[in-house]
């Protein structure tokens, strides 16, 4: 199977104490600029972890092998106004909060050298190559019959153990053109392919199979499973059974260790803060309470001060995906896809059914014509326009992406879009998150371009320790070897350098070496590291 090179550019490991915040915020009503039109707002509701043998550079968390359900980071590095790449905003300023500010456990994986991948951060070990598509049946029944690394133990992964290899410096596939693709998972790691479309199939078709089923059904009656797109960057619900004359292909890896992975433990602090001590993150127990664009989300949980907090901001999209309860569905328990310890505000949906919201993320979810949208969680049902009628069609529970500016909604409102004509809404709904180990970088980690990797194949290996680079721009620091050419220790390396982005001539003199020796060192291009600011095209 073919690997597409994918590496992370990573200057600096940081050292992040998680602990379960104890921040006490309440809710605090929200004005929003614009209405939402439609869904209508109701009253809102009550209120053998493995020694590595060989890894990248990477922001691990110290204690992370305290939480029993770590949240790997987005990897997403650019920032983005309503519709393009931009330097991120200033504190204050338009569109300042979004994803890339705020860093937290980024992605590290081992290569242990059998087949297998080990996530350094959440502790799950990986079968590295899905090998061909399956039914769904059979990706189900292959896990028993798996042997590999010397080890019997796996399992077909649930949507919370999937969805934490998602990483959103892909690029969706949506466009006129199907090169430059760049999937939503490392493929220096894992292997990945798109869809076949010599064999009819859309380039979009990478769906990988999950454990978890919908508790309710999607499509008017088909039973459900969650899976995970890596080629566009989605949750979607799939039927199980035959369709359309076949059963559908999905690609499949199987996990094993940290059992409790994807388990929430939620206490409520007694003031309109609910902590997950499984994740170290703290949360707004109420809403907004109303439909906003994705700005005004971001300014909202920006300027939110209760509880004695002002730390609050938007989570990002795998954040928020950790707080749904897949075990709940507006059909089945009449409530949102979330623990009741939650209160979640109802609205009237496009079908006339009462539901629950939408909720916005910070993460932008790219493709290849905009950045105009945003990663958004469906806490209710996931609906479509299908055969002239508004159906659940992805489930309570799926992630997909709106625009960020309300008005581009508006032409959607009837018919939805897509292939199962999602329903696009612009105003959606907001939890804020804070905890006590999540890092600001006011000017994210931009690439040098939002264009992707070439999408021809390849089936060659990086050797070890060489200084590539992503489709993004990213090249791969070795800071040990660096530290070695310059003779300093990897500590004052990491002090000198700071927080990303670097002031190359500050760590240059703060080490006693001349800036360029400080490049040469790191394996960085000329005049240093990569800058953002290149815009993508527009609609």
Not at 115 to 123: A, C, E, R
Not at 443 to 470: L, M
């Amino acid at each position: 199977m073919f690997k597409y090179k994918k590496l992370t550019f990573i200057l600096i490991i940081t050292t992040i104490l998680m602990t379960a915040c104890g921040t006490q915020p309440v809710v605090e009503s929200t004005s929003s600029n614009s209405q939402q039109a439609s869904p209508v707002v109701a009253s809102p509701a009550q209120q053998d972890s493995e020694q590595p043998t060989t890894t990248k550079t990477a922001v691990i968390s110290q204690s992370t092998v305290e939480l029993s359900y770590p949240i790997v980071d987005t990897d997403q590095g650019n920032c983005y106004d309503a519709n393009n790449q931009v330097d991120c905003p200033q504190t204050g300023s338009a569109f300042f909060g979004q994803d890339a500010q705020y860093s937290g456990n980024q992605p590290s994986y081992t290569d242990n050298g059998d087949g297998t991948i080990t996530d350094n951060v959440t502790g799950l070990m990986w079968q590295q190559d899905p090998g061909e598509k399956m039914t769904y049946s059979q990706a189900v029944a292959g896990a028993s019959n798996l042997t590999l690394a010397g080890y019997s133990d796996w399992r077909l992964a649930s949507i919370k153990e999937l969805y934490s290899l998602i990483q959103f410096d892909g690029l969706d596939p949506s466009g006129p053109s199907t090169s430059n693709l760049v999937p939503f998972i490392d493929t220096d790691y894992f292997n990945f392919e798109y869809g076949d479309e010599s064999a009819g199939e859309r380039v979009i078709d990478s769906q990988w199979a999950t454990s978890t089923k919908y508790v309710s059904t999607t499509m008017n009656g088909n039973e459900t499973m969650f899976g995970v797109n890596f080629a566009d960057g989605r949750i979607k619900g799939y039927g199980t059974g035959a369709m359309r004359g076949g059963e559908k292909g999905f690609f499949t890896i199987y996990v094993r260790g940290n059992l409790a992975y994807g388990e929430n433990a939620f206490v409520d602090n007694g003031n309109s803060t609910v902590s997950d001590n499984a994740t170290g993150l703290t949360w707004t127990q109420n809403d907004s309470g109303t439909g906003m664009d994705w700005d005004a989300a971001l300014n909202y949980c920006e300027s939110l001060d209760v509880g004695g907090s002002s730390d609050w901001r938007l989570p990002n999209v795998k954040e928020l995906q950790s707080i749904v309860d897949y075990s709940r569905s507006p059909d089945t328990s009449n409530s949102a896809a979330i623990d009741p310890i939650f209160n979640t505000s109802s609205i009237t949906n496009e079908a006339g059914q009462t539901d629950y919201p939408f909720f916005w993320s910070s993460t932008t979810h790219a493709n290849l014509r905009s950045s105009g949208n945003a990663a958004y969680v469906s806490f209710g049902r996931a609906l479509g326009y299908m055969n002239n009628q508004w159906i659940d069609v992805h489930g309570a529970g799926a992630q997909r992406s709106d625009p960020k500016d309300s008005s581009a909604a508006a032409q959607y409102a009837s018919t939805g879009h897509g292939p199962q004509g999602d329903a696009v809404r612009g105003n959606n709904y907001v939890r804020c998150v804070t905890d006590s180990s999540t890092t600001t970088s006011v000017s994210g980690n931009p690439s040098s371009t939002t264009e992707g990797t070439t999408s021809q194949p390849t089936n060659e290996q990086p050797a070890q320790g060489q200084n590539q680079a992503n489709g993004q721009g990213r090249p791969e620091i070795d800071l040990a070897s660096a530290a070695a050419k310059l003779g300093v220790t990897v500590e004052a390396l990491q002090s000198a350098l700071g927080a990303p982005p670097p002031d190359m001539t500050a760590a240059a003199a703060q080490l006693g070496v001349t800036e360029q020796a400080l490049i040469e060192a790191l394996g960085l291009p000329a005049g240093g590291p990569p800058s953002g600011g290149q815009g993508q095209p527009s609609n």
